[in-house]
Nanobody, 126 residues
Framework: EVQLQASGGGLVQPGGSLRLSCPAS????????IGWFRQAPGAEREGVSY????????YHEERVKGRFTISSDSAGNTVFLHMNRLKPEDTAVYYC???????????????????WGQGTEVTVSS
């Protein structure tokens, strides 16, 4: 069974940190990219960070660049999102998703990700 399950969310004060985890199962980890996306209340889902499990290439959207870091542990088939210096506008439900790597390009579009897990809620508030 193909499965992704985001976890690690919670309530954190502005300026704080959280680490989200996304263990994957049911597919060949190295053949896929994993992306983190988020959806704030009343807003559309948006991309955050992406990583290729084939070559380690990664990309962070401008809104989180310098604060968030995506990493991949192939031994554990898990992708992490390390979130630092969190802001209230980072409050959202965070999802991880998988995209099969059909080229050397790292997929960054939400429509390119077809395997989705349930989200984990992150609230940044004092």
């Amino acid at each position: 069974e193909v499965q992704l399950q985001a976890s690690g969310g919670g309530l954190v004060q502005p300026g704080g940190s959280l680490r989200l985890s996304c263990p994957a199962s049911g597919f060949t980890f190295e053949d896929y990219a994993i992306g983190w996306f988020r959806q704030a209340p009343g807003a559309e889902r948006e991309g955050v960070s992406y990583i290729s499990n084939r070559d380690g290439s990664l990309y962070h959207e401008e809104r989180v660049k310098g604060r968030f870091t995506i990493s991949s542990d192939s031994a554990g088939n898990t992708v992490f999102l390390h979130m630092n210096r969190l802001k209230p506008e980072d409050t959202a439900v965070y999802y991880c998703a998988a995209s099969r790597l059909d080229s050397n390009w790292l997929p960054r579009g939400i429509g390119q990700y077809h395997i989705w897990g349930q989200g984990t809620e992150v609230t940044v508030s004092s």
